[in-house]
């Protein structure tokens, strides 16, 4: 069984930032990929970010530019960097682990945190 925990959620202004953190509690080497998502209210959840093993990484075009998905294998650590802030990146954000193997995926989430861009 695999415990992810988000923090560094909170309530934030119009062009401001936040960082995410997504502690796993065990080696994120071991994953296939992690990723970033998120869930407004009335609306389905969506991934926003995502990071190999390598290091590559992909986002939604809503958030190019502006968000940063990074990792730290050392602390077992995902990072999400989100800079500019606007309304509608208020929502929940989920920390989630891909795992694969003998024909089987298996997904990992962590409890969520509370993003809300407002003024």
């Known amino acids: 069984q695999v415990q992810l925990v988000e923090s560094g959620g909170g309530l934030v202004q119009p062009g401001g930032s936040l960082r995410l953190s997504c502690e796993a509690s065990?080696?994120?080497?071991?994953?296939?990929?992690m990723a970033w998502f998120r869930q407004a209210p009335g609306k389905q959840r969506e991934l926003v970010a995502t990071?190999?093993?390598?290091?590559?990484?992909n986002y939604i075009d809503s958030v190019k530019g502006r968000f940063t998905i990074s990792r730290d294998n050392a602390k077992n650590t995902v990072y999400l960097q989100m800079n500019t802030l606007k309304p509608e990146d208020t929502a929940v954000y989920f920390c989630?682990?891909?795992?694969?193997?003998?024909?089987?995926?298996?997904?990992?989430w962590g409890q969520g945190t509370q993003v809300t861009v407002s003024s």
């Open positions: 065990r080696s994120i080497f071991s994953f296939y990929a």
């Open positions: 989630n682990a891909r795992e694969i193997g003998a024909g089987q995926v298996v997904d990992y």
């Open positions: 990071i190999g093993t390598g290091g590559s990484t």
